[in-house]
C-alpha cells in the first residue's frame, strides 16, 4: 500500500542548533502537508506545497517539497525550546479524500 | 475561529462494554476521519466520511464502526471495548478538496 517513511523518528538538538526532519513517499503525490504537535496537544497544520520543487518559508521554518513529488523536507534554523514537539508529514494521494501519515519526528531542545 | 470538539478528553470505560466517541464539527466541513494516535506509530486512520451517511475503512477498522448521520457529527463506536483499544483518539475535519485538516482535541481511552 502507499506508505510514507519520515526520519528520523527522534532528534535531540542543543538549541540554537539546525534541525532537519525527511519525508519519503512510496508514489507520486498530488500535495504534502506538515504539521506539528506539541506534547499533550494535537497536531496542527504548518504548510501544504502543491508544486514539484516548491519551496516555501515560514520565519526560521524552510519546507521543499521534491521535483519528482516524492519526497519533502522540513528544516528549522536556530532551534528554539519553542520547537519542541512532533513533526508530521502528510501526502494526498491523486484522490485527495485522505492524507497518507508519516510517523513524525520528535524534536526535543535543550536550553 | 474553527472547531472541532471531542466529547470527552479523559475516558476509562470497562473490557466488553459499547464506547461511544463523539466529534462535532462547526465549519460544515464534508470530509471527516477518526485516528488512533500510539507511541511510536503515529497517526493512524480507522474510519473517514466523505459526507452524510458514506463512510470508507481506513487502515485498522477492525473493532470499530462509525456513524454520521449529520454533516457536522462523526461518531466512533467500540462495538466491546477491549485492552487494546487502550489509545489516544482524535477526530479531524476537512474540507472536501481543500487543504488542511483540523483536529478535536483527542479522548485518551483507557480499557480496563
Known amino acids: 500500500g502507499q506508505q510514507v517513511m519520515q526520519i528520523p523518528q527522534y532528534q535531540h538538538v542543543q538549541e540554537g542548533e539546525d534541525f532537519t526532519t525527511y519525508c519519503n513517499s512510496s508514489?507520486?503525490?498530488?500535495?504534502i502537508q506538515w504539521y506539528k504537535q506539541r506534547p499533550g496537544g494535537h497536531p496542527v497544520f504548518l504548510i501544504q506545497l502543491v508544486k514539484s520543487g516548491e519551496v516555501k518559508k515560514q520565519k526560521r521554518l524552510t519546507f521543499q517539497f521534491g521535483e519528482a513529488k516524492k519526497n519533502s523536507s522540513l528544516h528549522i534554523t536556530a532551534t528554539q525550546t519553542t520547537d519542541v514537539g512532533t513533526y508530521f508529514c502528510a501526502g494526498s494521494p491523486g484522490n485527495n479524500r485522505k492524507l497518507i501519515w508519516g510517523l513524525g519526528t520528535s524534536l526535543a531542545v535543550n536550553p | 475561529d474553527v472547531k472541532v470538539t471531542q466529547s470527552s478528553r479523559y475516558l476509562v470505560k470497562r473490557t466488553g462494554e459499547k464506547v461511544f466517541l463523539e466529534c462535532v464539527q462547526d465549519m460544515d466541513h464534508e470530509n471527516m476521519f477518526w485516528y488512533r494516535q500510539d507511541p511510536g506509530l503515529g497517526l493512524r486512520l480507522i474510519y473517514f466520511?466523505?459526507?452524510?451517511?458514506?463512510?470508507e475503512k481506513g487502515d485498522i477498522p477492525e473493532g470499530y464502526s462509525v456513524s454520521r448521520e449529520k454533516k457536522e457529527r462523526f461518531s466512533l463506536i467500540l462495538e466491546s471495548a477491549s485492552t487494546n483499544q487502550t489509545s489516544m483518539y482524535l477526530c479531524?475535519?476537512?474540507?472536501?478538496?481543500?487543504?488542511?485538516?483540523?483536529f478535536g482535541q483527542g479522548t485518551r481511552l483507557t480499557v480496563v
Open positions: 479531524a475535519s476537512r474540507k472536501s478538496g481543500g487543504t488542511e485538516a483540523f
Open positions: 466520511s466523505y459526507d452524510v451517511k458514506m463512510k
Open positions: 508514489t507520486t503525490l498530488s500535495n
